[in-house]
Structure formats: C-alpha cells, structure tokens
C-alpha cells in the first residue's frame, strides 16, 4: 500500500511539482490551498488530482481556520502532510494532530535564519554557504527535527533572486529525497533527531549542491 500524502500549499508549487513528478512511492490524495489562485493548484487539477481551495480570509480565526483545515485532510486519511510553500504560522492545535507526519521545507541551512527573506538575510550576513532544510514540523516554529540539507555557496554578485533560484534547485532534489525515506519507513524521531534507518552512508543525509 503506497503512502497517502496530502500537500498543503499557497503559491507557486513548484516543490509538489518536484515531488509528484519524482516517481516516488506515494499516492497524492489531495492538493489543499489557503490561497485560491495559488498556481500549484492549477498543476494539480490539470494533472487529475484532488485541488480544493480553503480561502483562510473567509475564516479571520486562525485556531478556527486550522480546525477547519485539520479536518479536511484528515477526510484524506493522509499517513503523511507535505507543506510545500504553505505561508501561514500553523496553530498548535494544528500542529499537534499531525505531529511526526508533517514535513516543511525551509529555506536556509536551519537553525541559521528562520522566519522569512532568508536569503536578504543570508546576503547581509555575508555567509559563504547557504542552502535549504527539510524537516518536521512541532509547534517550535522552523526548529523541528531536521531530515534532510542541501548546501550551495553564496557568491559575491549573488542578489536574493540567483541565491534563492541557486537553493530552489536544491530544494527540488531534497524535497523528493525526504518524502521518499518517510514513504519507506526509514525516518525515526529519537531524542527530537531523525535517524535514518538501514543507511550505509551518513553522507547521503548531507547533500551539497556545491
Ligand atoms: C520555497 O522556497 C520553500 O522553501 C518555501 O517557500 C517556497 C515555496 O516555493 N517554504 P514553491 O511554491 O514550492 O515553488
């Protein structure tokens, strides 16, 4: 039986669209937006797969919102939630119904530069390395157990733009590569790490794009 994943996102999609494209051993049962123009749900339902939009303006209250939300996917039965450029702070209440299922992508070499415009913040910080992290969500915002990083460097004519267009390559191999462990039941949680079951080679859980 393939693992039921559900994706959540706002804009673009171009991280589902690596992941549904990747050949992985997963069923997307359903594409779910806060944004109803997001185009990521027009690459979902042209390709045949669930689309539904949750416009959150319609619902001012976040915890109400979320509930909402929580309630939809779980319609889907998902063994696994994807946030795949979601741009809403998730409530706890949230985050605890699917806590050790939901994956983020983020990105920045996490714990450097939570929060938003990582990439301005990596360029005014002068970091010679820079990059992207995928791990699991808990209420502790952009701090949960980290599955997977890639690294690029950062160059001296870098702008926002070539750095994140340099991480999103990056973001697109990574994305994948996370989804398709916790497919096999290779990811465990222990002590707030993830250990990679069956890995010959620590090498592959670190991945430079360099
Ligand atoms: C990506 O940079 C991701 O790391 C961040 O939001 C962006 C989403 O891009 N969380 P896309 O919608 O997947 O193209």
Avoid at 40 to 69: K, Q, V, W
Wanted: proline residues 6%; aromatic residues 6%; contains cysteine.
């Amino acid at each position: 039986m393939s693992c039921r994943v559900v994706v959540l996102l706002s804009g673009r999609g171009s991280n589902f669209q690596a992941i549904a494209e990747a050949q992985l051993p997963i069923e997307i049962v359903a594409v779910i937006s806060n944004r109803p123009q997001a185009t990521g749900l027009e690459y979902a339902r042209t390709h045949g797969l669930t689309a539904i939009a949750l416009d959150h303006t319609a619902h001012p209250d976040r915890e109400a919102f979320d509930t909402l939300l929580a309630d939809e996917i779980e319609r889907h039965q998902p063994d696994l939630v994807v946030l795949a450029g979601y741009m809403r702070i998730l409530s706890p209440v949230f985050i605890a119904r699917f806590e050790g299922r939901l994956l983020n992508i983020h990105p920045s070499l996490l714990p450097m530069f939570p929060g938003l415009k990582t990439h301005e913040r990596a360029l005014e910080e002068g970091v010679k390395i820079h990059g992207c992290t995928v791990h699991f969500v808990t209420a502790d915002l952009d701090h949960g157990p980290i599955v997977i990083q890639a690294a690029v460097p950062v160059r001296a004519d870098d702008t926002p733009g070539s750095l994140a267009a340099r991480v999103l390559v990056q973001e697109h191999r990574i994305y994948p590569q996370a989804v398709r462990w916790f497919a096999e039941g290779r990811l465990a949680i222990f002590r707030g790490r993830v250990n990679l079951k069956d890995d010959s080679t620590s090498q592959s859980v670190f991945s430079t794009g360099m």
